[in-house]
């Protein structure tokens, strides 16, 4: 089992539309989830990041964080083709270390 | 803004070259991360440094080493390249308050031919 999950798509929404990106966990001490797009030929930039379980909006993004499901999404409402990128979803994990484990992406596109 | 830079956009090496990826932060971050990342696996962790001098293994060391001599600039090293490693190198920073997030570096991108 991957540590990190995700779908790798591609998730096709229209233009308006809200896409709805997921990801699981496996190890349950995770502390603290982010979300990165990354463009194709450039580096992931961060979008949001959720330590505590429920809702968190910034914008047109909302971060869904559900512990006990070892569960986050990232809703993107209002989908622009701009938002056509690859969503990284990536997990500190309660191993001391610093770093962040990384899922593979989803890929989204936003069709005009 | 955080600024992380790394030497070179594209690198073509032959096999069996020693090959160095260097990367720069200019924000004073303990933290510093070697990824790399390949289709349909994401990124995996190389290595990773938290203090000048120190470094960890992550969790696909093999073949790569590094160094940080100063705080600002931390080294991945390919002691004799081999064309598995062909692959996009991201060079990341981040300070030590808890569960700061990442910011990378352009990335290289190295082929080994």
């Known amino acids: 089992q991957k540590e990190v999950e995700q779908n790798s798509g591609p998730l096709s929404v229209p233009e308006g539309a809200i896409a709805s990106l997921n990801c699981t966990y496996s190890?349950?001490?995770?502390?603290?989830f982010f979300w990165y797009r990354q463009y194709s030929g450039k580096s992931p930039e961060l979008i949001m990041f959720?330590?505590?379980?429920g809702d968190k909006e910034d914008g047109r993004f909302t971060a869904q964080l559900n512990k006990a499901s070892q569960y986050v999404s990232l809703l993107i409402r209002d989908s622009q083709p701009s938002d056509s990128a690859t969503y990284l979803c990536?997990?500190?994990?309660?191993?001391?270390?610093?770093?962040?484990?990384f899922g593979s992406g989803t890929r989204l596109q936003v069709q005009p | 803004d955080v600024k992380v830079t790394q030497s070179s956009r594209y690198l073509v090496k032959r096999t069996g070259e020693k090959v160095f990826l260097e990367c720069v932060q200019d924000?004073?971050?303990?933290?510093m991360f070697w990824y790399r990342q390949d289709p349909g696996l994401g990124l995996r962790l190389i290595y990773f440094?938290?203090?000048?001098?120190?470094?960890e293994k992550g969790d696909i060391p093999e073949g790569y080493s590094v160094s940080r001599e100063k705080k600002e600039r931390f080294s991945l090293i390919l002691e004799s390249a081999s064309t598995n490693q062909t692959s996009m190198y991201l060079c990341a920073s981040s300070p030590t308050y808890r569960d700061s997030p990442l910011h990378f570096g352009n990335g290289t991108r190295l082929t080994v031919t």
């Open positions: 959720i330590y505590s379980n």
């Open positions: 924000m004073d971050h303990e933290n």
């Open positions: 190890d349950r001490g995770s502390q603290s």
């Open positions: 990536a997990v500190n994990r309660n191993t001391g270390r610093r770093a962040l484990t």
């Open positions: 440094s938290y203090d000048v001098k120190m470094k």
